[in-house]
């Protein structure tokens, strides 16, 4: 049996506000919030603007940019001007009658001439600007840039050096259990090295997706795809720390990609570059020295909780379970307790099935690998008890 509905009771409550009330009450509420934002825009800091330019690539973009916009402005006023005008002018209520016409061929040519006209006049500083971004001849030094999920990688080609640049801000601050620092997410723990006063041109390409290296202050934002080359070039004319970030979305941890460039004196560059050759033989001889020795599990294991914390947790999380299906669980996972030699394969050479693992053979050194692995497949529950050693490493390098 269906129970009917009471009828709609058309009664006003006797409680509720008069509709003069509420239209007084939005007025009072529109004209508070106006107030606010007066004050704060009055305590704000006006940075609406661009970085400022430390190129003079940079310095021609900010400057067409301006030159667009007040085009764009300037458009705006006049065309607004005429149309408030004869709104006001020939309305209906003045007695006006709207013309009925097919065509005004004047009209038709001005409207189609002007157009023509400021686009051309915008076109001739465009072109100067894009010649000037892509004239990549004769660098002073050639820094090739490689983006992977999610670090960046440089080598100078003529120095004969390189490094891996990745995010060094604590994950205590990525999950919000300390304070922030000044530059959170845009701090690294090696930056580009460039000298002042000299042409840098940089190689861009990418091991895995698409990545893009950006930085504003340069003018630069040239993207990293696989399989392809693309270049541009700056002139870095202060010394300072500039930052930047990967502008394309390239992953989950798109946002923790960033780009940080120091620039020096072509004399501190200098030393630098001696520096980096010294640091390289030495990195050498300790990875060579290491292949013949063996280290006990708690050795690998201290070791490898360090290596983890760089270069897994991202992916694999703290404890070791993963975001699946996208990274599977190292805890009691499969890739981790199964025979050691398979771990060793996928970690060392990468394994292109889905979900996808990258190669770490180039990134990290035997000891650093035997390590990592050593403590995954000792800890997160895991008790193999298996130890592998730099030799085991070198030995999976060579095929062997």
Partial sequence: MVTPRPP?????????????????GIWQSLLGAMLCCAADFAHAEWAYTLQPPQTSTARQIIALHSEVNWVCFAICVIVFAVMFYSIARYRRSRGHQAKQFTDNKPLVLTWTIVPVLIVIGLAIPATA??????????????????????????????????????????????????????????EVDHPLVVPTGRKIRILTTANDVIHSWW??????????????VRDS????ERPGVYRGQCAELCGKDHGFMPVVVRAVSPEDYAAWTADQRAAKQAAAGANAAAAGKSFTLAELKASGEKV???????????????????FPAL??????TGPVAGTIAIVVNGSGKNPAMIAWKSQLSDLELASVITYVRNSFGNDSGDLVQPGDIAAARNGR
């Fill in 8 to 24: 709609l009771s058309l009664e006003v409550n006797p409680q509720m506000p008069k509709p003069a009330a509420i239209g007084k």
């Fill in 233 to 236: 070039w700056f002139r870095v």
């Fill in 331 to 336: 805890a009691h996972g499969k890739v981790a």
């Fill in 215 to 228: 930085v504003p202050a340069f003018g630069v934002k040239q993207d990293a795809i696989p399989g392809f």
């Fill in 308 to 326: 983890y914390a760089h270069t897994c947790i991202a992916c694999h999380q703290v404890n070791g379970q993963g975001t699946p299906p996208a």
């Fill in 129 to 186: 600007t894009l010649k000037a971004i892509r004239d990549t001849s004769d660098p002073d030094v050639t820094i090739k840039i490689t983006g992977y999920q999610w670090k960046w990688r440089y080598d100078y080609l003529k120095e004969d050096i390189g490094f891996y640049s990745d995010l060094s801000t604590p994950q205590e601050q990525i999950h919000n259990r300390t304070p922030k620092g000044e530059y959170y997410l845009l």
